[in-house]
């Protein structure tokens, strides 16, 4: 199957997506929703990983700004080194992933303490 995009949408990764909602919804009878639409930190979320980007703070500390997808927009999340060590080996380009975020001095962060699953 050759890949498919219409209007900048990749629509395999959004039938993944769908099905991934409807087997959450399924198993666990609640929704998830894409990272892009946070709100609530006690909700897990989904996203596509696009790329991540190592920068430094102005004090020199090392973070990592993740660009994550719902397949039709990107959200930019940063993630502090001792985060990003914890989840790298996990971490690959293009994989569909489930976790909590939480809203940290204005900027959408992982949630250190919540789960976190590779599903595609």
Request: hydrophobic letters at 40%; aromatic letters at 16%.
């Amino acid at each position: 199957m050759s890949f498919i995009e219409v209007c900048n949408l990749d629509l395999k990764l959004l039938k993944k997506i769908f099905d991934l909602k409807q087997a959450f919804i399924t198993e666990y009878n609640m929704n998830i929703e894409p990272v892009t639409n946070f709100e609530d930190p006690k909700n897990y979320y989904y996203f596509c990983l696009n790329q991540i980007e190592e920068r430094l703070t102005k004090t020199g500390r090392k973070m990592y700004a993740m660009h994550l997808s719902d397949g039709a927009t990107v959200k930019k999340v940063m993630m502090w080194d001792n985060m990003y060590r914890k989840l790298a080996p996990t971490l690959e380009k293009d994989a569909i992933y489930i976790t909590k975020f939480i809203k940290d001095k204005g900027w959408l962060s992982f949630n250190a303490a919540a789960d976190f699953r590779k599903v595609f």
